[in-house]
């Protein structure tokens, strides 16, 4: 099975309400707004992989795209010295993932529970609120309340908002 066949098939376990729309790869945040379901109420998000120097600390945060990212700003607001993009082989190795198919949806492959997550307080919003599931090639609309309610307890990782 693949990471998207198991991602999808645990929403489906869950139960949870959710569109599903396979199209061709979205490398970059421009491709993810020029999709044909790209609409006002929808939020896509720009998802990071950070960690600290010794790489002892790793959060996936979860932000606006058009947001700033300004590393001593979210290494302070998460109580962590030094942040910075985690190496490449840091999402294989723990996430089982390639580069631009990061998504909160791929803690559910983080059993180690190694990696805190973080959400910028901005992305919550009305409407609905788009991810892939940790393939590119694919895009998950979930209702903001459905995804912030049932989605991310399931994850099994604490989130926190700042």
């Known amino acids: 099975m ?3 066949e198991t991602i999808m098939a645990r929403i489906r376990e869950l139960g949870v309400p959710h569109e599903f729309h396979e199209h061709a790869p979205a490398h970059t945040m421009a491709d993810c707004l020029a999709l044909p379901y790209a609409a006002p109420d ?3 998000c720009k998802n990071l992989l950070l960690c600290n120097t010794p790489r002892s600390a790793f959060f996936l945060y979860v932000t606006l795209p058009d947001k ?3 590393t001593g700003d979210v290494s302070k607001r998460l109580g962590a010295s030094r ?3 985690a190496p490449p082989e840091c999402l ?3 996430l089982h993932l390639t580069p631009g198919s990061l998504s ?3 803690l559910w492959f983080d ?3 190694k990696i805190r997550l973080a959400f910028d307080r901005d992305i919550q919003r009305e409407g609905r609120i788009a991810f892939h599931p940790c393939d590119n090639t694919a895009t998950v609309l979930f209702d903001q309340r459905v995804f912030f309610e049932q ?4 994850l099994g990782h604490e989130a926190v908002f700042i």
Do not use: D, I, N, W
């Open 2 to 4: 693949t990471v998207k």
């Open 42 to 44: 929808v939020t896509f």
């Open 68 to 70: 700033p990212f300004r």
């Open 83 to 85: 942040l910075s993009f």
């Open 92 to 94: 294989p190795e723990m």
């Open 104 to 106: 909160p949806l791929g």
């Open 111 to 113: 059993e180690a529970r």
């Open 151 to 154: 989605v991310v307890p399931a």
